[in-house]
């Protein structure tokens, strides 16, 4: 069974960088044909996809952000992270980690909330 964990600072400061990572046990992050993707939801509003990086390594970006956004991974942790920045307000949201296939994500964390204020 896949299990994934986000893990990372609940509270960050505007104009800082946040960074979370999604450890997964029961799998790996290289297996195909899995892709390893971060989705937020803030307040009130929908889900809404960030990126994601890919079991060859390879990395999307949501065009709306990727201009702040970077991802990375560590494959001898299973750990692939977020850096998002400099954050504003409006990036408060709760912030999932999930595995991806041709079928869509059938596997996520739990999420964890992460506030963007001063």
């Known amino acids: 069974q896949v299990q994934l964990q986000e893990s990372g600072p609940g509270l960050v400061k505007p104009s800082q960088t946040l960074s979370l990572t999604c450890t997964v046990s029961?799998?790996?992050?290289?297996?195909?044909?899995?892709?390893w993707s971060w989705i937020r939801q803030p307040p009130g509003e929908g889900l809404e996809g960030i990126g994601y990086?890919?079991?060859?390594?390879?990395?999307y970006y949501s065009p709306s952000l990727k201009t702040r956004t970077s991802l990375s991974r560590d494959t001898s942790k299973d750990q692939f992270t977020l850096q998002l920045g400099p954050v504003t307000p409006e990036d408060t949201a709760v912030y999932y980690c999930a595995r991806g296939d041709d079928q869509g994500h059938g596997y996520w964390g739990q999420g964890t909330r992460v506030t963007v204020a001063s």
């Open positions: 990086i890919h079991y060859s390594g390879s990395t």
């Open positions: 029961g799998g790996s992050i290289t297996t195909n044909p899995y892709y």
